[in-house]
């Protein structure tokens, strides 16, 4: 890991400055041989100076460059970044020339990934790294910013050094087994703290699929029979005329998408064909969609006409989507009533013009979802896949050493374990970690980040 690696940290394409990082042993030697200023090896850390990148003789471009040196870096290595004018062309040639001293072109999270190995950030943090970048709303950016600050590492560590107490005692009770029965007073006193533990990952899993809705967006599909407004709908949400409305029944045909952001929250919206009976092939085919998306669908909008009658078509959709979470809407409020609602239970009557109802539908939304308050969000909302499917490793050996104390087993079995439980929690944090895990994870990361 001794070599220094140098690419290029700001988005490729015209613009008003560009960066190009070096991190690494030789990143000032480098920088010296192709900067015509101070020598950089005189000059105080954290501080920037103005000169020009040249090669050879040849005057290259007018750059300021900041010298970083270790360990209070982000990669805790001497750092240099060169910012120089924003073209393609010039970024490049100060690249090659670089690369021309010896420096390595830096892979894709190369430097967060030194950051990790060099000990200054632990995985949850470079997770958080990416989730701060490819962050869309205020709420992504809120819960990658606790992320960024150590709470899910803090979170995890803590959970760890209680199971580590668990292991002690029960290390205790193997190296000291004359005490007569020492073994079950121990698995005794274990249970509670097993049993509390168990209790609050159970909580954080409660809360990954809110979680995953408010990191991924909430996958909200439109349903309804033709005409009732549907298309409508999704353009009011949209605040866009992205679907196009017409008073023929079965206008729209294939799916429609579009995103929205409701204070914080992105909805990824869906307009499907409306269902009936299919006429021709097109239709068929836009309805079995349909019933695809709603199979993946996080939450359903099923959308009712207030002027015309509740039949056949309309109780259908209804039991299709009764065990998915659903919203139903009663539509065209302004229209004289036909319909009968006897048969719907929690609906919401508006009209699709009307923009305080539909602000009434996100509110609405939000709360049907559970993502109501992002004030209340702290590190526990963890949307992470890879964090999500350790807890429920971890969760599933507590359980089972909760088992194994409710049938007396012998403690060297209940602490297996509770050791395996620890070593899970470790994966997260990356303290228990591999080589193919830490490459796959690192290569998702945008270049020179
Ligand atoms: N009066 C009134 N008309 C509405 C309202 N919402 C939609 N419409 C009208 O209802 C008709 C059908 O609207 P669409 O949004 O195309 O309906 P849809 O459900 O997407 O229809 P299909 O795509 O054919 O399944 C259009 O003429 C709209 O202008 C409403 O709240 N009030
Ligand atoms: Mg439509």
Redesign the pocket.
């Given at each position: 890991m001794n070599d220094t690696i140098a690419m290029i940290s700001t988005p490729i394409g015209s613009g008003g400055i560009s960066i190009i990082r070096v991190s690494g042993e030789k990143a000032l030697d480098f920088t010296n041989e192709i900067y015509k200023g101070k020598d950089l090896y005189k000059v105080a850390t954290h501080t920037i100076h103005y000169g020009h990148i040249v090669d050879e003789n040849e005057v290259i471009d007018e750059v300021l460059v900041s010298v970083m040196r270790a360990p209070k870096t982000y990669t805790r290595e001497d750092i240099v970044e060169i910012s120089c004018h924003g073209g393609v062309f010039v970024t490049n040639k100060i690249l090659e020339l670089l690369l021309l001293k010896g420096a390595r072109l830096a892979e894709p999270g190369e430097f967060t990934k030194r950051a990790f190995l060099n000990g200054r950030i632990d995985l949850t943090q470079a997770e958080a790294v990416m989730d701060l970048i490819e962050a869309k709303t205020k709420t992504n950016l809120k819960i990658a910013n606790l992320g960024l600050r150590g709470d899910i590492k803090k979170l995890i560590d803590d959970f760890r050094s209680r199971l580590l107490v668990c292991m002690a005692k029960i290390e205790v009770n193997i190296d000291y087994p004359e005490y007569e029965d020492e073994e079950q007073i121990t698995t005794e006193l274990l249970k509670p703290s097993m049993e509390k533990m168990n209790e609050e990952l159970q909580k954080i899993l409660n809360r990954c699929e809110t979680s995953q809705m408010i990191k991924e967006g909430i996958k909200t599909v439109i349903i309804?029979?033709?005409?009732?407004?549907?298309?409508?709908?999704?353009?009011a949400l949209l605040r866009e005329e992205k679907?196009?409305?017409?008073?023929?029944?079965?206008?729209?045909?294939d799916i429609v998408e579009g995103k929205s952001n409701i204070g914080g929250i992105i909805l990824n919206l869906i307009?499907?064909?409306?269902m009936r009976d299919a006429g021709d092939v097109v239709e068929r085919i836009g309805i079995q969609k349909t019933k695809e998306a709603i199979n993946k669908a996080d939450l359903i909008i099923l959308?009712f006409?207030n002027?015309t009658t509740f039949d056949d078509y309309d109780r259908k959709l209804l039991t299709l989507t009764a065990d998915k979470r659903r919203i139903i809407v009663v539509?065209?409020?302004?229209?004289q009533a036909k319909i009968d609602v006897s048969e719907i239970k929690d609906y919401i009557l508006?009209?699709?013009?009307?923009e305080k109802d539909i602000e009434k539908l996100e509110s609405k939304i939000k709360q049907e979802c559970q993502v109501g308050n992002i004030n209340e969000m702290d590190a526990s909302y963890i949307g992470n896949a890879r964090q999500i499917s350790k807890i429920k490793q971890a969760k599933k050996a507590i359980e089972d050493s909760l088992e194994a104390i409710k049938e007396n087993m012998p403690i060297d079995i209940v602490s297996i374990d509770i050791t395996s439980a620890w070593h899970y929690l470790g994966e997260i944090t990356g303290e228990e970690t591999n080589e193919e895990l830490i490459k796959e994870l690192f290569s998702k990361f945008c270049l020179g980040k």
């Open positions: 309804g029979k033709p005409n009732v407004g549907k298309s409508s709908l999704l353009n679907a196009i409305v017409t008073d023929i029944a079965g206008t729209t045909r307009d499907t064909a409306g959308v006409d002027s539509n065209k409020e302004d229209l508006l009209s699709s013009f009307n």
